[in-house]
């Protein structure tokens, strides 16, 4: 039995002993989410085929529901409790053309996991994590849901992604937040399977054989508040045989005239880990002259800055952001769907490729100013230049000074009150254009309906 699940069983039946001690029922929640969920990608030029994986069109319809009890703590020194998470999509509509798994791929396709190179008609998983505390620190064994800057869990389709693993964190001193943790597996937002851990280039997506997986990432670091309005942020992460990464944070907020400027700053160092180093089945994506495909080991370093300035229900905001060294950014990434915790990570590309410059500019507004709670709107658009990646693939590798754009769109109301609160409806429209070789422009529209019920 492996000892996150031997940990798991102890805690489970030091529980069970307790269920009925004051704190761990009374404190207990359970809410049950649902989300109706209709996304449609329209790929604007070049030619569907089966290498690519891409054709002209795939559009997916699900309902979602996301079932969460979260437990208080039973009494004493060391305290004990219990979360568990239950998920179900349904499809409501996808055909073999439109399922976006063209060739019938692991990873699955738009929305739903697949059946050969059709959606299933549903899929479920159920997640469980014990949890130990003694005073302000807090230890989860079972299943995860991490948003630290090395590790970010994925909510952009019908249900979250979710992983597996232990994590502690600690408030024990005053201002400071410490967090350590090892994930061994992930679970697609797209799947009912826990599998083992990737990052792009090596997993198996863009060229359809097994890939190269790892059971063991690893982190740690901190948040430490400085004053009410400055905090610093150090984390390291690492997926064996894979990369290690350092990452750097600073924000504030500073009260300019009547709104508020926050500042962001952020900055990634991300180095090759054993077999990633020397074996060609490991490498990631990138611009690497003498390297096959323009893949190779990890090398990159990240900066980027973005600045809101809000005042009277308005938000503007713009950003900078450079790519430096001969690979992509990298990130927990096994072909199915993810996040990483950079500011140019938008609803269809995220501006890290090797040696991009990104600058983005932002504007939102709160309706709420004008008598409209619920009702919010906003613009993003970015332009990356200066792409280092590869004219073709015959081997041959070469800097092509390449550039993309995106513009994204969200309006969204949440009805505050009534019968019918915190429903929600959401319209996401995003446009990609680029010059990339062998790449296809995109046009994506989402429709999202969401609902929360509370139970307990």
Same mark, same amino acid.
């Given at each position: 039995? =492996?000892?996150?699940?031997?940990?798991? *069983?102890?805690?489970?039946? *030091?529980?069970?002993?307790?269920?009925?001690?004051?704190?761990?029922?009374?404190?207990?929640?359970?809410?049950?989410?649902?989300?109706?969920?209709?996304?449609?990608?329209?790929?604007?030029?070049?030619?569907?085929?089966?290498?690519?994986?891409?054709?002209?069109? #795939?559009?997916?319809?699900?309902?979602?529901? +996301?079932?969460?009890?979260?437990?208080?703590?039973?009494?004493?020194?060391?305290?004990?409790?219990?979360?568990?998470?239950?998920?179900?999509?349904?499809?409501?509509?996808?055909?073999?053309?439109?399922?976006?798994?063209?060739?019938?791929? *692991?990873?699955?396709?738009?929305?739903?996991?697949?059946?050969?190179?059709?959606? &299933?008609?549903?899929?479920?998983?159920?997640?469980?994590?014990? =949890?130990?505390?003694?005073?302000?620190?807090?230890?989860?064994?079972?299943?995860?849901?991490?948003?630290?800057?090395?590790?970010?869990?994925?909510?952009?389709?019908?249900?979250?992604?979710?992983?597996?693993?232990?994590?502690?964190?600690?408030?024990?001193?005053?201002?400071?937040?410490? &967090?350590?943790?090892?994930?061994?597996? !992930?679970?697609?937002?797209?799947? $009912?399977?826990?599998?083992?851990?990737?990052? !792009?280039?090596? #997993?198996? $997506?863009?060229?359809?054989?097994?890939?190269?997986?790892?059971?063991?990432?690893?982190?740690?670091?901190?948040?430490?508040?400085?004053?009410?309005?400055?905090?610093?942020?150090?984390?390291?992460?690492?997926?064996?045989?894979?990369?290690?990464?350092?990452?750097?944070?600073?924000?504030?907020?500073?009260?300019?005239?009547?709104?508020?400027?926050?500042?962001?700053?952020?900055?990634?160092?991300?180095?090759?880990?054993?077999?990633?180093?020397?074996?060609?089945?490991?490498?990631?994506?990138? #611009?690497?002259?003498?390297?096959?495909?323009?893949?190779?080991?990890?090398?990159?370093?990240?900066?980027?800055?973005?600045?809101?300035?809000?005042?009277?229900?308005?938000?503007?905001?713009?950003?900078?952001?450079?790519?430096?060294?001969?690979? +992509?950014?990298?990130?927990?990434?096994?072909?199915?769907?993810?996040?990483?915790?950079?500011?140019?990570?938008?609803?269809?590309?995220?501006?890290?490729?090797?040696?991009?410059?990104?600058?983005?500019?932002?504007?939102?507004?709160?309706?709420?100013?004008?008598?409209?709670?619920?009702?919010?709107?906003?613009?993003?658009?970015?332009?990356?230049?200066?792409? +280092?990646?590869?004219?073709?693939?015959?081997?041959?590798?070469?800097?092509?000074?390449?550039?993309?754009?995106?513009?994204?769109?969200?309006?969204?109301?949440?009805?505050?009150?009534?019968?019918?609160?915190?429903?929600?409806? *959401?319209?996401?429209?995003?446009?990609?254009?680029?010059?990339?070789?062998?790449?296809?422009?995109?046009?994506?529209?989402?429709?999202?309906?969401?609902?929360?019920?509370?139970?307990?």
């Amino acid at each position: 039995m =492996k000892k996150s699940t031997l940990a798991l *069983a102890v805690a489970l039946g *030091a529980i069970a002993q307790q269920a009925g001690a004051a704190g761990f029922i009374e404190d207990s929640k359970a809410t049950l989410g649902l989300r109706n969920f209709y996304i449609n990608t329209d790929n604007r030029d070049g030619h569907p085929n089966a290498t690519s994986n891409t054709r002209s069109k #795939n559009a997916e319809w699900g309902q979602g529901f +996301d079932l969460r009890f979260i437990s208080g703590y039973t009494q004493g020194t060391v305290q004990f409790g219990v979360d568990a998470i239950g998920l179900y999509g349904v499809r409501l509509d996808s055909s073999r053309a439109d399922h976006g798994n063209y060739t019938g791929t *692991a990873s699955g396709g738009t929305i739903f996991p697949s059946d050969g190179n059709k959606a &299933v008609n549903d899929f479920a998983s159920l997640g469980v994590t014990g =949890k130990v505390k003694i005073s302000q620190t807090e230890l989860k064994l079972g299943t995860l849901q991490p948003k630290l800057p090395v590790i970010v869990t994925n909510d952009g389709r019908l249900l979250p992604q979710t992983f597996q693993g232990g994590q502690i964190t600690t408030n024990d001193i005053k201002d400071l937040t410490l &967090v350590a943790g090892q994930v061994e597996k !992930a679970k697609g937002r797209n799947s $009912s399977n826990n599998e083992n851990l990737s990052i !792009a280039g090596a #997993n198996g $997506s863009s060229n359809y054989n097994a890939g190269k997986f790892s059971n063991k990432f690893y982190y740690a670091g901190g948040d430490y508040k400085l004053t009410k309005d400055l905090t610093a942020q150090y984390y390291y992460g690492n997926l064996e045989n894979f990369y290690k990464q350092h990452f750097l944070g600073l924000t504030h907020n500073w009260a300019i005239g009547p709104g508020v400027l926050k500042s962001d700053l952020r900055y990634f160092n991300s180095s090759d880990d054993g077999r990633n180093g020397d074996t060609a089945a490991y490498f990631t994506s990138g #611009n690497y002259n003498n390297f096959n495909a323009g893949k190779g080991k990890v090398d990159n370093n990240l900066y980027s800055g973005l600045f809101l300035y809000t005042v009277g229900g308005h938000t503007f905001g713009g950003g900078y952001q450079v790519s430096n060294g001969s690979s +992509d950014f990298p990130w927990l990434n096994q072909g199915d769907g993810s996040s990483a915790y950079i500011t140019t990570d938008m609803q269809i590309q995220k501006f890290a490729r090797a040696g991009e410059r990104t600058w983005q500019a932002r504007y939102a507004y709160d309706f709420a100013k004008v008598g409209v709670p619920g009702l919010t709107a906003g613009v993003v658009y970015l332009k990356g230049s200066d792409i +280092d990646t590869i004219a073709n693939n015959n081997g041959r590798a070469e800097t092509t000074g390449q550039s993309e754009w995106e513009r994204d769109i969200t309006v969204a109301y949440v009805i505050p009150e009534g019968p019918l609160k915190n429903l929600g409806v *959401a319209w996401k429209n995003a446009m990609w254009r680029t010059d990339l070789a062998n790449t296809r422009s995109q046009d994506e529209n989402r429709l999202i309906v969401s609902y929360s019920i509370p139970l307990l």
